[in-house]
């Protein structure tokens, strides 16, 4: 199995910028595909973005393409969500997920592994 450990999180002025990282461990991290996800408050997790295993591929949710940006380190077991222009309805908790499929995915129930979460709080 993989376990995930979310950091980075914190407090940012909106049109600001942060970078999450997710830290993995395991063996077969390097061969899964990786995702980021947040849930706000009162709110469904919603998907964010996603990295297929090799960091060939990725995907994003159109309310974050342009701004965020997806990337992996697979010799530090490490993927990485850089976020730019914040906004404050971008706040939420972010949690790192993986997956047994190699290509990135959307559906977090394609999701096998997840991480505990890093709050992000985006001032205005």
């Known amino acids: 199995q993989v376990q995930l450990v979310e950091s980075g999180g914190g407090l940012v002025e909106a049109g600001g910028s942060q970078k999450l990282s997710c830290a993995g461990s395991?063996?077969?991290?390097?061969?899964?595909?990786m995702g980021w996800f947040r849930q706000a408050p009162g709110k469904e997790r919603e998907f964010v973005a996603g990295?297929?295993?090799?960091?060939?591929?990725?995907s994003y949710a159109e309310s974050v393409k342009g701004r965020f940006t997806i990337s992996r380190d697979n010799a530090k077991n490490t993927v990485y969500l850089q976020m730019s222009s914040l906004k404050p309805e971008d706040t939420a908790v972010y949690y790192c997920a993986a997956s047994r499929i190699m290509s990135a995915t959307t559906p977090s129930r394609n999701y096998d592994y997840w991480g505990q979460g890093t709050q992000v709080t985006v001032s205005s």
């Open positions: 990295i297929n295993w090799n960091g060939g591929g990725t």
């Open positions: 395991g063996r077969t991290f390097s061969r899964s595909a």
